[in-house]
């Protein structure tokens, strides 16, 4: 079986943990890089994070820091108010015996895009920013990229709707205007929202397995959603929802979601700011801010069964089953 | 029975006749006035239909003539690709003997708002126009009003959308500074959109049968509705969506929808300019976009057997059956 070089951008974050413990153990996956963005918090703690995680899952994959703050708008605060504090639901993880790569994460993700020309997936699981700072210095990106799979953007398919306001999803919302111009750039983006991953729950039993029959890794996982859990426990009646590892899984196996085509834009500001939108065939989008807009694939289903049940026996060692 | 004085803000339009016609037959509606505005087609052409309408339903009512254009976007190019000729399918009306009362619509207003102090209803079922004016020179206004109930907007509730483009409804996208206006301002608004409005089917045989039974006036409802009919066919599988008839009918009787509450604004440019978002307890909305804003009603839900029913009867001349 051939294997798919993958990127990870993501800003770990406890279920950016789950999508590189799911990137580290899946047969399909080739890991060839990590980048780090603010968004669950810090940026000098998401690098912290990724370069610890990496050492407890046996990684030496590149990991390049990247941007600490949005292309525009002003920097948030972060979300240890979701993700516990230092991201890891307050799992003191000890610093790694490397250093980051010295490059910047927008030019790892460039050299990386050529090294793999035609083969590279970019999964970006947090703020856009890193990917439209790589598109703005290396328009030729867009060349060597075979596909992007973004966890991000709320559509309001099946009833769901955003989750740090009735419209805007958190990664998308960070920085709206990286996200617009990702969702604009000639490659192709499939687009993981909040529309199929609040499909995609692990309960608590569930968590609690992955903590009992998930070996070191699966400890880890399960101690690091302790704070998580109870953030979201009045949301789910119980559990969490699996954002990043959807993605990360969908960036292996696309059959997992199916997908809806159209142009895609990221509300700027307003009372919507951050509010992905599609445009369907069905109605004229009569206005020049949609001109010239490619489609791109909006996730509008998942198999969770299956995305549950392969993540459950990768942790557990099992392979994909 | 008490009655309850209704000012219609009208552009009429195939269903802008319908809704004055059950307004001049509703037992519980005391027509007051009537205002004009462009939309559907221009405003000396809606003032005609208003005025030639009234003449074919013997009403005496004031008809003043409003708005001619958007408070600050382009005029658009109205909707008789929609509507037909003229507005009304194509159907001549002859000029009515009596001229526009020579009042500004904003003027008459806020007169019948004051003439009917706590008890008028103010019906807009064209865009906005004409009320944010009369919000404008008049900011007491809001005090002398009993309710607003709009026709417009779609809040993507029921999986309905927009019909200007995927994201806006027409009433709205022709004025969403106006609109946005109008749902700010500290009184009751419950707004009617494409949510419920595309629940109240008008098939194809009932729009014969009204044509048949209803006298002259169902025989003027029915001609009028020929090309919209065409319009809409590919669309509703045979008939036309009941937008305005469906708000006059819950303006007298709001026991007909079912309402969400909540503050509302409407997006005023970019990608999804003219959209209808309204904020639910459930999620924060963080930005001072929203701050000030008071709770209105979104109607989510309808009786649409009982609003055809009752249009119906009433047409037919058997009063509310």
Redesign the interface.
């Known amino acids: 079986v051939k294997q798919i070089p993958v990127l990870l951008d993501t800003d770990p974050g406890v279920d950016d943990a789950m999508a590189l413990a799911l990137l580290a153990r899946h047969p399909l996956a080739q890991l060839v890089g990590i980048t780090t963005v603010y968004g669950n918090t810090h940026v000098e703690q998401t690098t912290h994070n990724a370069l610890a995680l990496c050492e407890r899952m046996g990684l030496s994959v590149p990991v390049a820091q990247g941007a600490s703050r949005p292309l525009l708008k002003p920097a948030g605060h972060g979300a240890e108010f979701v993700h516990g504090e230092g991201g890891l639901g307050g799992v003191k993880l000890p610093a790694a015996k490397r250093r980051p790569d010295p490059r910047r994460a927008a030019t790892l993700i460039s050299d990386l895009a050529r090294a793999h020309s035609g083969d590279l997936v970019l999964v970006p699981v947090g703020p856009l920013t890193n990917i439209a700072i790589a598109l703005n210095q290396d328009p030729e990106l867009v060349r060597h990229v075979r596909r992007v799979v973004v966890m991000g953007g709320a559509f309001?398919t099946q009833g769901h709707?955003?989750?740090?306001?009735?419209?805007a999803e958190a990664n998308i919302a960070n920085d709206p205007h990286a996200a617009d111009q990702v969702f604009a750039a000639d490659w192709e983006v499939q687009i993981i929202g909040l529309d199929v991953t609040h499909q995609v729950l692990m309960d608590t039993a569930y968590l609690q397995a992955l903590g009992a029959q998930g070996g070191d890794l699966g400890q880890l996982l399960y101690a690091s959603s302790r704070h998580y859990e109870g953030f979201y426990n009045a949301r789910t009646g119980g559990g969490i929802f699996s954002h990043d590892p959807t993605a990360a899984a969908c960036a292996l196996d696309p059959s997992l979601c199916t997908f809806r085509e159209g142009p895609v834009?990221?509300?700027?500001?307003?009372?919507?700011?951050g509010?992905t939108?599609?445009?369907?065939p069905?109605?004229?989008?009569?206005?020049g801010?949609?001109s010239g807009r490619r489609p791109q694939q909006v996730a509008v289903g998942v198999d969770a069964p299956r995305v549950l049940r392969e993540f459950m026996g990768l942790i557990r060692g099992e392979g994909l089953s």
């Open positions: 309001g709707w955003g989750n740090v306001s009735p419209f834009r990221v509300v700027l500001d307003g009372p919507s700011e509010q939108l599609q445009a369907l069905q109605v004229a989008v009569p206005w801010a949609w």
